[in-house]
Structures are given as structure tokens and as C-alpha cells.
């Protein structure tokens, strides 16, 4: 799958949730994975022709954890002709070093939205663009089956009214292999995580069940996203 057909995904999924509205001022969350990266190089291409003129920036909220070079993530903006702001934090040390967190996962992601949203809010932004995937909406809503009992996953859409932003996830139609291909045909430049529990949580667990599942039954994950839309779990519907 080349740029111009992983857009054309793109775009149906912006155009069936309404994600993008004329004289949008959207910021793309780029953590430096690859997922974060492919979005924002479909959201550039689509830019280029969409009926609805939108303004496009990046911004990375670095966490702190040492190793990590964003400095091809800025060339790639460079390329881009796209704004890129590096927004360095303390969270790691707030979060490992200071309070030794138990469940360091939940108040990292929870302090990182904060800076992401605070960034966006204060910059005169309306809509944060986040790279969550196909793979990522099943593996959500299957953490909170087994996790805690109850139908849920993030929106497509989701307004955030202490901040006044939207969250926009405009890759939902597309899976994270295509994400991959793509990433590698662009050979773009990925951050690797070098957070010590990056592969230890809760999620790679559902993401390691589902693939011995699907390794049984293929179309599974394809019938649990289908049925988050006909349900639909709020927010989920297509035809609003």
C-alpha cells in the first residue's frame, strides 16, 4: 500500500466521523513511533486536496527517558514543510524517580495527555490528531471486556471540554501492518521506546492473546471492530 491508497483510508474514515472541518488548526501527537509518523505524513498528502482547508502542525511531548532522538523526527517535518515543536518534560522523573509509581503506566499516559492537550489549548489549536490504529480500537475494547468488565474504547471523535480540543483518530480504518509497510516504504525515522515497561503492560498482553486467537479464527478482530460499529458503542456510529 502506497501513500496515496493508505490517504484514501484515511480520508473515508475523516469524511464518515466528520473529523475535519474547514479552517481546522490540527496538531498531530508524534511520540515517534511509527503509527504517529504514517499519520502524519497522510494527513500532509491529504492537506494537499482535501475540500476543507486545514492548518497542520507536530509536537512531541518528550517524557524524559534517555536515548530517544527526535532529531529525524524534525527533518522529517523539515521535509514536510510542517511546524514541529518538542515539548521536553519531567515525567519520567516524576513518575520513576520521585514517586516510584506501582502502576507507573496509567500516570504516565495520564500526565502525557495533559501536556498534549495543555500545548494545543494554549496554542490556539482546535484538533489534536492521534495515530491510534484499527489493532489499537479492538485491543482497547478487548482490555475493557477482560479488564474490568464492560464495553468501551476511545472515540473516534472525542471533545474534550476542559480543554476545549478534539481528539481526531483518523487512522481507525487501517491496521497497524499497513501502518508498518508504510512507515518502511517511507523509511521513516522511528523513535524506538526506551521506556523499561514498554512491552510489559496490559495491552501487550491483549495485543499477544488476540494474535493466538486470530492465528485460530482470521476474521476475528475484523468481527469486534464490526461490532463496535453496529452496536454502536458511543461514538462509534457512521451514520450521524
Same mark, same amino acid.
Given at each position: 500500500?502506497?501513500?496515496?491508497?493508505?490517504?484514501?483510508?484515511?480520508?473515508?474514515?475523516?469524511?464518515?466521523?466528520?473529523?475535519?472541518?474547514?479552517?481546522?488548526?490540527?496538531?498531530?501527537?508524534?511520540?515517534?513511533?511509527?503509527?504517529?509518523?504514517?499519520?502524519?505524513?497522510?494527513?500532509?498528502?491529504?492537506?494537499?486536496?482535501?475540500?476543507?482547508?486545514?492548518?497542520?502542525?507536530?509536537?512531541?511531548?518528550?517524557?524524559?527517558? $534517555?536515548?530517544?532522538?527526535?532529531?529525524?523526527?524534525?527533518? &522529517?517535518?523539515?521535509? !514536510?514543510?510542517?511546524?514541529?515543536?518538542?515539548?521536553?518534560?519531567?515525567?519520567?522523573?516524576?513518575?520513576?524517580?520521585?514517586?516510584?509509581?506501582?502502576? $507507573?503506566?496509567?500516570?504516565?499516559?495520564? +500526565?502525557?495527555?495533559?501536556?498534549?492537550?495543555?500545548?494545543?489549548?494554549?496554542?490556539?489549536?482546535?484538533? !489534536?490528531? &492521534?495515530?491510534?490504529?484499527?489493532?489499537?480500537?479492538?485491543?482497547?475494547?478487548?482490555?475493557?471486556?477482560?479488564?474490568?468488565?464492560?464495553?468501551?474504547?476511545?472515540? $473516534?471523535?472525542?471533545? +474534550?471540554?476542559?480543554?476545549?480540543?478534539?481528539?481526531?483518530? $483518523?487512522?481507525?480504518?487501517?491496521?497497524?501492518?499497513?501502518?508498518?509497510?508504510?512507515?518502511?516504504? &517511507?523509511?521513516?525515522?522511528?523513535?524506538?521506546?526506551?521506556?523499561?515497561? %514498554?512491552?510489559?503492560?496490559?495491552?501487550?498482553?491483549?495485543? %499477544? &492473546?488476540?494474535?493466538? !486467537?486470530?492465528?485460530?479464527?482470521?476474521? +476475528?478482530?475484523?468481527?469486534?471492530?464490526?461490532?463496535?460499529?453496529?452496536?454502536?458503542?458511543?461514538?462509534?456510529?457512521?451514520?450521524?
Amino acid at each position: 500500500m502506497n501513500l496515496n491508497q493508505f490517504t484514501g483510508y484515511v480520508r473515508r474514515c475523516v469524511d464518515d466521523y466528520h473529523m475535519i472541518e474547514a479552517d481546522d488548526r490540527i496538531c498531530v501527537g508524534i511520540s515517534g513511533g511509527k503509527d504517529s509518523l504514517v499519520l502524519l505524513c497522510a494527513l500532509r498528502h491529504l492537506q494537499r486536496y482535501y475540500p476543507a482547508p486545514f492548518e497542520l502542525e507536530a509536537l512531541t511531548v518528550d517524557t524524559g527517558f $534517555p536515548g530517544m532522538d527526535f532529531s529525524g523526527v524534525q527533518s &522529517l517535518c523539515d521535509e !514536510l514543510g510542517v511546524h514541529y515543536t518538542l515539548l521536553k518534560t519531567d515525567i519520567k522523573e516524576i513518575v520513576f524517580d520521585i514517586r516510584q509509581e506501582e502502576n $507507573p503506566c496509567s500516570l504516565c499516559s495520564k +500526565m502525557r495527555r495533559g501536556a498534549l492537550n495543555n500545548f494545543v489549548r494554549d496554542n490556539g489549536f482546535n484538533k !489534536l490528531a &492521534l495515530g491510534h490504529h484499527w489493532d489499537d480500537a479492538v485491543e482497547t475494547f478487548m482490555m475493557s471486556l477482560l479488564f474490568e468488565g464492560r464495553l468501551s474504547c476511545f472515540k $473516534p471523535v472525542t471533545y +474534550m471540554s476542559r480543554s476545549n480540543v478534539t481528539q481526531i483518530r $483518523p487512522l481507525l480504518y487501517l491496521g497497524e501492518g499497513s501502518c508498518e509497510n508504510l512507515a518502511r516504504e &517511507l523509511n521513516l525515522p522511528v523513535v524506538v521506546s526506551t521506556c523499561p515497561l %514498554d512491552q510489559t503492560s496490559h495491552r501487550k498482553e491483549i495485543k %499477544d &492473546l488476540l494474535g493466538t !486467537l486470530s492465528a485460530q479464527y482470521p476474521d +476475528m478482530k475484523s468481527k469486534v471492530f464490526g461490532a463496535m460499529q453496529r452496536l454502536p458503542l458511543d461514538g462509534w456510529g457512521t451514520e450521524s
